[in-house]
């Protein structure tokens, strides 16, 4: 009987602790509504980053990279392909710049379309307390894991939250900073605009975007893909099959307009290449942040 009663002291020692793990004080929809606000509060006022982005879309993959500034991202094209620009693409690029750089009313659409999508993004995560219910489901590799389904006393009125009503999947949140590190979904039902005359977006579709730590504050997106059967306005349905996936993160000098992007997008040719296929050698980052501090005081 001791025995019995040891043991059964230590399972519900061990079941105390796993409920700690599993199930925090607070409850699943209340931690997401902060991680919703810790989320949408960096959107405010996060760093500047360089960084490469690889696309891959039927079939065709390409590699930019990108250097966020005060008056929006710019990037250049590194490989197309598969293999790095000719001479003559390499013209082309940066003949494309140029005429950015030189063209106020080009940088004005490529500000606002920047500006329109980092709305849509705040848009769509204030959606997420409310669209969905959510239930812990353990932990992993350090990460909270949540169960989420649609929530039936939402009512969708927008289009976003029309699709949301018709998915369900998983999130992952870092519950130290109370930050979205994963998210994955899939779409339960067809959802039709217009009675399904406008469009319709098919079952079966599904989702997935990673998002890293890259400072103490900074959260950037890793990896996002996209698998969706699409049918709009009565044409043929069609499939949107995207992948991205991002790295090398280095900062930047806050305050870099178009121009000083450019020119160090300009002085880091060839690293692109060397960082994607894993030859960037140690350090590299520091010399970006030098050569963006360089690039902002001319």
Same mark, same amino acid.
């Given at each position: 009987?001791?025995?019995?009663?040891?043991?059964?002291?230590?399972?519900?020692?061990?079941?105390?602790?796993?409920?700690?793990?599993?199930?925090?004080?607070?409850?699943?929809?209340?931690?997401?509504?902060?991680?919703?606000?810790?989320?949408?509060?960096?959107?405010?006022?996060?760093?500047?980053?360089?960084?490469?982005?690889?696309?891959?879309?039927?079939?065709?993959?390409?590699?930019?990279?990108?250097?966020?500034?005060?008056?929006?991202?710019?990037?250049?094209?590194?490989?197309?392909?598969?293999?790095?620009?000719?001479?003559?693409?390499?013209?082309?690029?940066?003949?494309? =710049?140029?005429?950015?750089?030189?063209?106020?009313?080009?940088?004005?659409?490529?500000? !606002?379309?920047?500006?329109?999508?980092?709305?849509?993004?705040?848009?769509?995560?204030?959606?997420?307390?409310?669209?969905?219910?959510?239930?812990?489901?353990?932990?992993?590799?350090?990460? =909270?894991?949540?169960?989420?389904?649609?929530?039936?006393?939402?009512?969708?009125?927008?289009?976003?939250?029309?699709?949301?009503?018709?998915?369900?999947?998983?999130?992952?949140?870092?519950?130290?900073? !109370?930050?979205?590190?994963?998210?994955?979904?899939?779409?339960?039902?067809?959802?039709?605009?217009?009675?399904?005359? =406008?469009?319709?977006?098919?079952?079966?579709?599904?989702?997935?975007?990673?998002?890293?730590?890259?400072?103490?504050?900074?959260?950037?997106?890793?990896?996002?893909?996209?698998?969706?059967?699409?049918?709009?306005?009565?044409?043929?349905?069609?499939?949107?099959?995207?992948?991205?996936?991002?790295?090398?993160?280095?900062?930047?000098?806050?305050?870099?307009?178009?121009?000083?992007?450019?020119? =160090?997008?300009?002085?880091?040719?060839?690293?692109?290449?060397?960082?994607?296929?894993?030859?960037?050698?140690?350090?590299?980052?520091?010399?970006?942040?030098?050569?963006?501090?360089?690039?902002?005081?001319?």
């Amino acid at each position: 009987m001791r025995v019995l009663r040891t043991a059964l002291g230590v399972l519900a020692i061990a079941h105390g602790a796993m409920q700690g793990i599993c199930q925090p004080a607070e409850s699943a929809g209340q931690l997401v509504r902060e991680v919703v606000y810790n989320e949408l509060n960096d959107h405010a006022r996060h760093g500047y980053w360089r960084y490469w982005v690889e696309r891959t879309a039927k079939n065709e993959t390409s590699v930019e990279e990108q250097v966020e500034t005060a008056d929006g991202p710019i990037a250049r094209l590194a490989i197309q392909h598969g293999r790095a620009l000719s001479s003559e693409e390499e013209r082309v690029e940066q003949e494309r =710049l140029e005429k950015l750089l030189s063209s106020p009313a080009q940088q004005a659409r490529q500000q !606002k379309q920047h500006d329109e999508d980092e709305e849509r993004i705040g848009r769509i995560l204030s959606l997420l307390p409310t669209a969905f219910v959510y239930q812990y489901d353990g932990e992993e590799n350090g990460r =909270l894991r949540m169960r989420f389904r649609p929530n039936p006393s939402d009512a969708p009125g927008t289009i976003e939250s029309r699709i949301f009503h018709a998915m369900s999947g998983t999130l992952w949140v870092d519950a130290r900073a !109370k930050r979205l590190a994963r998210l994955e979904g899939h779409v339960d039902e067809n959802v039709d605009f217009g009675f399904g005359v =406008l469009g319709r977006l098919y079952k079966g579709g599904w989702f997935r975007l990673v998002r890293v730590q890259v400072s103490a504050t900074d959260w950037k997106t890793e990896a996002l893909e996209v698998h969706m059967n699409i049918r709009a306005l009565l044409v043929k349905t069609f499939a949107r099959d995207t992948s991205e996936v991002r790295g090398g993160f280095a900062p930047v000098p806050a305050g870099l307009n178009l121009e000083q992007g450019l020119e =160090l997008l300009n002085r880091s040719r060839g690293r692109v290449e060397a960082e994607t296929r894993g030859q960037m050698p140690s350090g590299a980052g520091g010399g970006l942040m030098a050569e963006a501090a360089f690039a902002q005081r001319r």
